[in-house]
């Protein structure tokens, strides 16, 4: 119904091809980061244009529809969640105010559990550093009570901003407690984005009760235990403390939805097993309000080089004068152009673009033994919500998807983009965690390419402070026990700012990405033993682990 009410989308222009070429990603790409597309986020009219696009696509190219009821699509049963603006922690005779002295971290988006956490009489009582696994109180002293807890160490040994490995860890050591808060919300790059509105699933697809999650000042830490964290010993108890937080949920604005099509295998046995190949179809939305593009970006360029993942910092009087004439070289190009749109062209714009060439290609092709099966997710910046729907109610048999290869973030990687960057340089993350035989199909693949990638294995190793094994979709298959891949070209200044647009892509490396990916996919599909899981399988139940 809702698709009859909306202004039409633009196809890819007529000249896409079947095989894979930068001028395609590029035409597909000005399409799925247009403003028209609203900034994708899940939920709202932007993302469901984006469905539709991919669907109309996934059509024509005469893909077989593998989602709901002989459909190209998956509707998974988002709701909005946000916390109650009323929400407040009293501490002896302190009141702690949402936003401001803790934001609530979980069950915000992965679950639907209670939506009040009215506790009257909590004890606060301290569990040491966040993801501190040397460090596990008592069952009985944690039993109903709030464990607060110093922010978790990164790699570097200095207390870090990231807290969803740490946080999980808290949660799974003291199931029995009624909440765990962490002293980092300081940390934080941007505090305020923990006001914006979250997603949930109104189904809970994990059974993840638990205690509830909360990131504390370190201020808000030394009232709810009576002094500082770093004079105290783990176990040690602080003020009764009376918890009066409340999440209200409201209907999603557009069905949220995972996009799932097909290309049949011939072989008579293996046609029934799936290599699954992904990315995400949603982005962030719009801003509160507007920002002048050229300024942010000259100003992102010097003090935040990984965007909305560097922590703001203030200029220094050098700085700023770098800032500036960056900022008015860009002046003299064109006149200052507001921005409020995440246009979001490299996340995940780049693999759902190069997700579509893949498809073209593949159904231009002979048909391999085993069937592919290309999904793009939805939700995947409200916490890997349609991915996880998707595992959890696979539209085929689960155990016969054999991989799954992700691509998020694969548009840039040029060496001004990132440090690590340049031509070459391809992330792969996840590869040898499950089965080192799909480690060694990529390394083969690679190999027989006239220009091999240089595979950079450094975000794989474990611990990494930037836990990106666990921060995109490929996670939910893996959590299966489906052995993945995830491939990216790097974080840069404009992610998830509202500068990450279509003009700044690699269009080249890209595509080149995307033809890597399609031979990986094509000798996947047609080796005759699926890649068998070596490593030991995750609890699908607990926490994920850089
Ligand atoms: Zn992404």
Not at 114 to 127: M, N, P
Not at 464 to 474: F, M
Not at 491 to 502: C, G, L, M, P, S
């Amino acid at each position: 119904m809702l698709a009859a009410c909306l202004p039409g989308v633009r196809g890819a222009r007529p000249g896409t091809t079947p095989a894979i070429t930068p001028s395609d990603v590029r035409s597909r790409i000005y399409v799925i980061a247009d403003d028209s597309m609203l900034g994708r986020q899940s939920g709202t009219v932007g993302n469901f244009k984006m469905t539709e696009y991919l669907g109309r696509e996934a059509a024509r190219m005469g893909l077989e529809p593998a989602g709901d009821r002989g459909t190209y699509f998956q509707v998974v049963p988002m709701v909005m969640r946000r916390p109650d603006s009323s929400s407040r922690l009293i501490a002896g005779t302190d009141t702690l105010g949402i936003f401001k002295d803790f934001v609530p971290f979980r069950p915000t988006s992965t679950a639907r559990v209670g939506t009040r956490i009215d506790i009257a009489g909590l004890q606060a009582v301290f569990g040491g550093r966040a993801g501190d696994t040397t460090v596990v109180l008592d069952k009985a002293l944690v039993a109903g009570k709030l464990v607060v807890l110093d922010a978790p160490l990164g790699s570097n040994g200095q207390p870090t901003a990231t807290y969803t490995t740490a946080g999980g860890t808290e949660a799974m050591k003291y199931p029995g407690a009624a909440g765990i808060a962490i002293a980092s919300l300081d940390l934080q790059s941007s505090p305020q984005s923990f006001q914006r509105q979250g997603s949930g699933i109104s189904e809970s697809v994990v059974s993840s009760r638990g205690p509830g999650g909360i990131l504390i000042t370190t201020l808000a830490a030394r009232k709810l235990m009576g002094r500082d964290l770093g004079g105290l010993n783990p176990g040690a108890t602080g003020l009764p403390v009376e918890s009066r937080i409340g999440f209200v949920d409201s209907a999603v604005k557009a069905p949220a939805r995972n996009v799932v099509a097909m290309r049949r295998g011939t072989d008579p046995f293996l046609s029934s097993e799936y290599v699954a190949v992904g990315a995400h179809s949603d982005h962030i939305g719009v801003a509160s309000g507007p920002v002048e593009h050229d300024s942010l970006r000259a100003f992102n360029r010097v003090m935040r080089p990984e965007g909305n993942q560097t922590r703001a910092a203030t200029p220094t009087a050098a700085q700023w004068r770098t800032i500036l004439s960056l900022r008015d070289s860009l002046r003299k190009i064109r006149p200052p152009r507001m921005d409020s749109i995440f246009n979001g062209a490299d996340d995940d714009g780049s693999g759902s673009t190069a997700l579509l060439e893949i498809a073209e290609q593949f159904a231009s092709q002979p048909r391999g033994r085993r069937s592919i099966l290309f999904v793009w997710h939805t939700g995947e910046e409200s916490g890997l919500l349609g991915s996880m729907y998707f595992t959890g109610h696979t539209t085929v048999p689960r155990d016969k998807i054999v991989a799954q290869v992700n691509m998020d973030m694969v548009g840039r990687g040029r060496k001004e983009d990132t440090p690590t960057g340049g031509p070459l340089n391809l992330q792969a993350i996840g590869m040898r965690r499950l089965s080192t035989e799909l480690g060694d199909v990529v390394d083969s693949v690679n190999g027989a390419r006239t220009v091999p990638w240089e595979i950079d294995l450094s975000f794989d190793a474990p611990g990494h402070a930037q836990n990106r094994y666990c921060r995109s979709d490929h996670q939910n298959y893996a959590r299966h026990g489906i052995p993945i891949v995830y491939f990216s070209r790097g974080y840069h200044q404009d992610y998830h700012v509202v500068t990450d647009e279509a003009e700044y892509i690699d269009y080249d490396a890209l595509s080149r990405v995307a033809g890597f990916v399609h031979d990986v996919v094509a000798a996947l599909a047609n080796r005759t033993d699926r890649p068998r899981v070596n490593r030991p399988r995750p609890n699908p139940l607990s926490p994920c682990r850089q």
